[in-house]
């Protein structure tokens, strides 16, 4: 069988930025073992795989170890291919995914993706944070599937060298680390060995916590935020009732053929 996949730079102002995705369409869907085992070759923090149904689309998501129930930047990935290399004429695309309905339209030169707000609440972790990073954070909090601690400074976020092996053993789908920034409104990074991704670039997923939290603090509803991985990505969000609007650019690395 020979499959079409494309490569992406999500969130990227530049190529070799941002998140790269792989990205799969399928006419129908293939065993989740080769899924996998396809992500896995690819070796990306994600492969996106999708599916038509109507005028809407089915859409997962793959990690290297295993399948995840939201990503954002496979997600803007696929928009992306479809919107600039198979023909797709509309102006919002509706995916049907494991986190239920989302959509994503364009803006511009921008991608936003319209994904549901992940709630936030208190979790006593400040002192196994401490071990994880070697300094505590000012708080910690719990979303649908990440555990998010805020530090004092954009340098504490920067020079964070976590214990990869230690976080293995927390249960949670990711840990995402946030400070506020002298230039954008906020920063932040995310870990996911848990999944196979020690730190992944740039995470559309984390900012339903990330935008909630930041928009109460600094009392704005659009904010402007930079991960601050080795690759680095700007997102341009809006925060929205339950809803956040996460915005950014991508960029066609190659496009190929895979055989299995």
């Known amino acids: 069988m020979k499959l079409t996949i494309f490569q992406v730079d999500a969130f990227a102002e530049a190529t070799f930025s941002g998140n790269p995705a792989a990205v799969i ?10 899924m996998q085992n396809i992500a896995m070759e690819n070796n990306l923090s994600e492969t996106a795989f999708f599916i038509p149904s109507g005028n809407d689309f089915h859409l997962r998501w793959f990690t290297p170890a295993s399948e995840v129930n939201l990503c954002g930047h496979a997600t803007l990935a696929t928009a992306h291919v479809l919107f600039n290399h198979l023909d797709y004429k ?13 959509k994503v339209h364009k803006d511009g030169n921008l991608i936003v993706l319209d994904f549901p707000v992940s709630e936030l609440s208190d979790t006593g972790m400040k002192e196994y944070a401490g071990k994880l990073f070697g300094i505590l954070p000012q708080k910690c909090y719990k979303g649908r599937e990440d555990l998010m601690f805020v530090f004092n400074s954009e340098a504490e976020i920067k020079y964070l060298r976590p214990d990869i092996q230690l976080m293995k053993t927390v249960e949670t789908r ?58 680095e990505g700007i997102l341009y969000c809006k925060h929205s009732g339950d809803r956040v609007f996460i915005g950014g650019k991508a960029i066609t690395y190659l496009t190929g053929e895979i055989y299995i």
């Open 174 to 231: 990711g840990i995402i680390v946030t400070a506020p920034s002298a230039e954008y409104d906020f920063i932040s990074r995310f870990f996911a060995p848990s999944q196979g991704i020690d730190e992944d670039p740039v995470t559309g997923s984390s900012h339903t916590m990330l935008i909630p939290y930041w928009a109460k603090v600094t009392g704005k509803k659009e904010l402007i935020a930079k991960q601050v991985s080795a690759r």
């Open 25 to 34: 369409p399928l006419k129908s869907w293939l065993p989740d073992e080769t």
């Open 90 to 102: 509309e102006p919002e695309i509706t995916f049907h995914s494991a986190s239920g309905i989302l």
